[in-house]
């Protein structure tokens, strides 16, 4: 499903659709989804548990979509006054049937964990723990972001809320923090390499606090730029340990390029946004920032967790091949280093022969993990 999003939001901005739209589909239809399905495979294992109802992640994701294509169709809809209202209300619905679910399956164990980060004892295990405990923090930032949402329809007299504030708390709080707190754990599992502790809490610490100042003072000097300066650093920490991880293995796991890729696009998408944030850049550089992170550090950064996490070389299919899925991941980095090229120049030729590399890969990575589900 989430593949899908990520398809139509290319064919979108392929056909020159309003920046606006491509952005909720993006964030809503493609990003949102894939975390929110990272978390449902992950989280509950990552305490030893099994979620609560299997059935009630059918029904969220069934909520979530509707209430995306009432949020899309309201864009384009004039005489449409309830579709906006009725879209976000399914959408909250639907993260509120996230919560609960992982709060029933997880909750205890995270409590736990966090009062273990803030006692003492083990300090060798202490970094792990932080990462454990940021993953209720990242859900807090999805039900402030949902409550900011739920203000852009019903406003609460506590001042405008904008729709990208909301994208904030939900990409750079939810989603991002969410990859922080798991990447942590994954990269060590997988590829059996001590990550170094200033580094990891740094990430996990300036990760945590970067999304309260981006989405509560978008624009906002100087709280804004203190933000700007957690959330580079976050990024930069995370891409200097994957860059550690594939340094220190001998392991050349499938998924490690998509990994190496996302990193890369998220900190060249950091960076090429800071001047902005100071006053010193380019508009343009917006732009490319989106494109970097939409196109580039989430799509990248979760297929490659997924191929690590669903090796599709077991499957018995056309393409489960290592080389089938690199040339996947190959695609989606192209395409999205083509698109900023062309959004950095502005030659529309140039960009859209980027988001055509983009959705070929969307569409072949689609094919590899729904053949590895069918599969087994």
Not at 237 to 245: D, E, H, I, S
Request: charged content about 5%; hydrophobic content about 55%.
């Amino acid at each position: 499903m989430a593949s899908v999003g990520s398809f139509v939001g290319s064919l979108l901005a392929l056909l020159g659709g309003a920046n606006k739209v491509a952005v909720l589909i993006g964030v809503f239809g493609f990003v949102c989804p894939m975390v929110f399905g990272m978390a449902y495979l992950l989280l509950p294992s990552y305490v030893g548990k099994t979620l609560v109802d299997q059935r009630l992640a059918g029904i969220h994701f069934g909520l979530a979509y509707v209430g995306v294509s009432l949020l899309v169709a309201d864009q384009f809809v004039t005489a449409g006054i309830l579709l906006r209202p009725l879209g976000v209300t399914l959408w909250t619905t639907g993260v509120l049937i996230f919560v609960g679910s992982l709060l029933a399956t997880v909750g205890p164990a995270a409590v736990g964990t966090v009062a273990g980060t803030l006692g003492g004892s083990g300090r060798s295990q202490r970094s792990t723990r932080l990462a454990t405990a940021m993953i209720p923090v990242a859900v807090c930032y999805l039900l402030v972001g949902t409550v900011a949402l739920l203000m852009t329809v019903a406003p609460l007299g506590i001042g405008t809320v904008t729709v990208a504030q909301v994208t904030h708390y939900y990409l750079t709080g939810f989603a991002t923090l969410l990859i922080y707190a798991l990447g942590m754990r994954l990269l060590t599992a997988f590829f059996h390499v001590s990550l170094p502790r200033p580094v990891v809490w740094i990430v996990l610490v300036a990760g945590a606090l970067a999304p309260a100042f981006l989405g509560t003072f978008l624009w906002i000097d100087p709280w804004f730029r203190v933000g700007g300066v957690f959330a580079t650093l976050a990024m930069l920490g995370y891409a200097a340990l994957v860059l550690f991880v594939i340094l220190k293995t001998n392991r050349r796991r499938v998924g490690v390029s998509g990994i190496a890729l996302g990193a890369i696009a998220g900190g060249t998408a950091v960076v090429s946004v800071v001047p902005v944030a100071f006053g010193f850049g380019d508009p343009i550089s917006l732009a490319v920032h989106r494109t970097l992170i939409l196109a580039g550090f989430f799509p990248l950064t979760i297929v490659g967790y997924a191929y690590l996490f669903f090796p599709i070389t077991g499957g018995q299919f056309t393409g489960a091949n290592p080389r089938a899925a690199r040339v996947t991941i190959a695609l989606l980095g192209a395409g999205v280093a083509v698109q900023s090229v062309g959004v950095a120049l502005q030659y529309e030729p140039v960009r859209v022969i980027g988001i055509l590399g983009s959705v070929i890969g969307a569409i072949g990575c689609g094919y590899l993990l729904g053949c590895r589900f069918v599969n087994g």
